[in-house]
């Protein structure tokens, strides 16, 4: 089992910055994938970035890409996820996710994940 929870989120204007940050607990971190993805209202879930256990492997939704950045840092059982020049259709509940894998590849579809964080707000304002 792993938990794993959001922090980082907030209200902050448009062309600023926030940087999500997803702590895991209970198992070996360096085994996962991870992922964050979003979710507006009355919108369907999507993928925004994903990075492979080693780090080698990054997937990004097209519309974050040049903004985001997914990182992690496997000795803090963390992933991060850097948002800059955030545009209001930014605004949504941010989620981070897991799969245990070892392999090299980095996971776009959510019923790919096998644990998934509360989510975190980022409301930006125009």
């Known amino acids: 089992q792993v938990q794993l929870v959001e922090s980082g989120g907030g209200l902050v204007q448009a062309g600023g910055s926030l940087r999500l940050s997803c702590a895991a607990s209970?198992?070996?971190?360096?085994?996962?994938?991870m992922g964050w993805f979003r979710q507006a209202p009355g919108k369907e879930r999507e993928s925004v970035a994903a990075?492979?256990?080693?780090?080698?492997?990054?997937y990004y939704l097209d519309s974050v890409k040049g903004r985001f950045t997914i990182s992690r840092d496997n000795a803090k059982n963390t992933v991060y996820l850097q948002m800059n020049s955030l545009k209001p259709e930014d605004t949504a509940v941010y989620y981070c996710?897991?799969?245990?894998?070892?392999?090299?590849?980095?996971?776009?579809?959510?019923?790919?994940?096998?644990?998934w964080g509360q989510g975190t707000q980022v409301t930006v304002s125009s």
């Open positions: 209970g198992r070996t971190f360096s085994n996962y994938a």
């Open positions: 990075i492979s256990w080693t780090g080698g492997s990054l």
């Open positions: 996710a897991a799969k245990l894998d070892r392999g090299r590849r980095a996971y776009v579809r959510g019923d790919e994940y096998d644990y």
